[in-house]
């Protein structure tokens, strides 16, 4: 495998991880879960927290991760993976 294509797979599991980040937030998690809900949010709030201060709040609805999530995929990932082919990586 590619440096390109370990960035690439890193940034489709960071994703995943957000995902799960925030579903697990619609609820109360309890005991084991509460500490893998901790793990998360210091691991995925740095970098949601970019959108949550720039999305403005839309009522009920924090579209901020999902805005966050779709940059990672569809802006950063492409641009970081041409770099690594374009040196050679």
Known sequence: MSVAG???SLISFY????FVYVIMSWFRPTGFMYDIYRVLAQV???YVGIFRRIVPPMGA???SPWIA????QYLIGPLLVTL???IGL
């Open 6 to 8: 370990l960035v690439q």
């Open 84 to 86: 690594l082919r374009t």
């Open 69 to 72: 999530v779709l940059v990672l």
């Open 61 to 63: 609805v924090d579209f």
């Open 44 to 46: 995925c709030e740095p």
């Open 15 to 18: 994703g995943i991880l957000v």
